[in-house]
């Protein structure tokens, strides 16, 4: 929970196989629940994108927090930051400078479909459910 009390919100392109891996990934080695998802397409991720400035760009992974919005690797490396070890030492890698850093994200963004759409349709169970689509980030 961030500080109002709210949990950061990660958005992501939810047509992408690899970013709902991600959120798979995320959700299977937290520490504790500390994230909310919301998929860009859906309304409340279109509503969040304006309210907050996100680019329109699917390939661009946000989190929504306390301080502000942060956007490609910073996204992606404060969402590693919530996991358990080892995967949170990856969250620590922000000593490398951003322009590489974002350099990497954008490749890899640029080929993310060769991952293949979503395999299935992947519905959250009883205990996440609530952290999907939603949340009270304005």
Avoid: N
Wanted: some cysteine; charged content about 25%; aromatic content about 8%.
């Amino acid at each position: 929970m961030t500080e109002t009390g709210r949990c950061p919100i990660l958005l992501y392109d939810g047509d992408c196989g690899m970013c709902s891996a991600l959120v798979q990934f995320v959700l299977k080695r937290e520490a504790s629940p500390a994230l909310r998802f919301v998929a860009l397409q859906s309304d409340e991720g279109r509503r969040l994108s304006g309210h907050y400035g996100v680019p329109d760009d699917l390939s661009t992974a946000a989190v929504i927090h306390d301080d502000g919005v942060l956007l490609r690797s910073d996204a992606v490396l404060f969402a590693f930051r919530l996991l358990r070890q080892p995967w949170r030492t990856v969250g620590m890698l922000t000593w490398i400078p951003r322009p590489v850093r974002d350099a990497v994200y954008r490749v890899i963004a640029r080929y993310r479909r060769l991952f293949g759409p979503p395999t299935s349709c992947v519905l959250p169970d009883a205990a996440t459910r609530g952290r999907f689509d939603g949340g009270d980030a304005s």
